[in-house]
T-cell receptor, first 115, second 114 residues
Framework: GNSVTQMEGPVTLSEEAFLTINCTYT??????LFWYVQYPGEGLQLLLK?????DKGSNKGFEATYRKETTSFHLEKGSVQVSDSAVYFC??????????????FGRGTQLTVWP | NAGVTQTPKFQVLKTGQSMTLQCAQD?????MYWYRQDPGMGLRLIYY???????DKGEVPNGYNVSRLNKREFSLRLESAAPSQTSVYFC?????????????FGPGTRLTVT
């Protein structure tokens, strides 16, 4: 079946540090992969996505590359800011022909950035 | 363009009481979803609706019912609330962009059952 495993948090960094949040997945076929971000007291927002192997999603300085050979989609940012403090969720969608639109989420990783 | 809206934002229930969580989207999306979020558990799918007139169970449907009232609205009902249903509930919707299903989330309903 489909599942997502994220590194456990919390992750605490100083401003301008390099960020990596690991995400690996198990899926049948050709899923799309997503990173969502949840700021305190809010719903989830799409941060970036990749739809096929070797695609790189990027947004707001964050990047993640769809690696089919290692079944991974690690989130990276070269220099984090205090405003990046949030919970980050890795997710995958079902394959074509599967239950359309359903997402499978990891457990989330809490990131705190100190000035 | 409000996106996905949810009411109420907060609710406290006593065990055994019933309530309905409301969700509406104005993006003309076909698919809608209800999730619950618990600490350390990520988001778990309760029910979803792939199109108007259809609903299906997700991972944790027990104790809940849903209604897809029309294309815009998808409600979640707790018939007899239990403390285990204390959680944050999120509604989401997604449209068709080929096979790329990006979901758009509402702000959530924080429910406490005492």
């Amino acid at each position: 079946g489909n599942s997502v495993t994220q590194m456990e948090g919390p992750v605490t960094l100083s401003e301008e540090a390099f960020l990596t949040i690991n995400c690996t997945y198990t899926a049948t076929g050709y899923p799309s992969l997503f990173w969502y971000v949840q700021y305190p007291g809010e719903g989830l927002q799409l941060l970036l996505k990749a739809t096929k192997a070797d695609d790189k999603g990027s947004n707001k300085g964050f990047e993640a590359t769809y690696r089919k050979e290692t079944t991974s989609f690690h989130l990276e940012k070269g220099s984090v800011q205090v405003s990046d403090s949030a919970v980050y969720f890795c997710a995958l969608s079902g394959d074509r022909g599967s239950t359309l639109g359903r997402l499978y989420f990891g457990r989330g990783t809490q990131l705190t950035v100190w000035p | 363009n409000a996106g996905v809206t949810q009411t109420p934002k907060f609710q406290v229930l006593k065990t055994g009481q019933s309530m309905t969580l409301q969700c509406a989207q104005d993006m003309n999306h076909n698919s809608m979803y209800w999730y619950r979020q618990d600490p350390g558990m990520g988001l778990r799918l309760i029910y979803y609706s792939a199109s108007e007139g259809t609903t299906d169970k997700g991972e944790v449907p027990n104790g809940y019912n849903v209604s897809r009232l029309n294309k815009r609205e998808f409600s979640l009902r707790l018939e007899s609330a239990a403390p285990s249903q204390t959680s944050v509930y999120f509604c989401a919707s997604s449209g068709d962009r080929g096979f790329i299903y990006e979901q758009y989330f509402g702000p959530g309903t924080r429910l406490t059952v005492t």
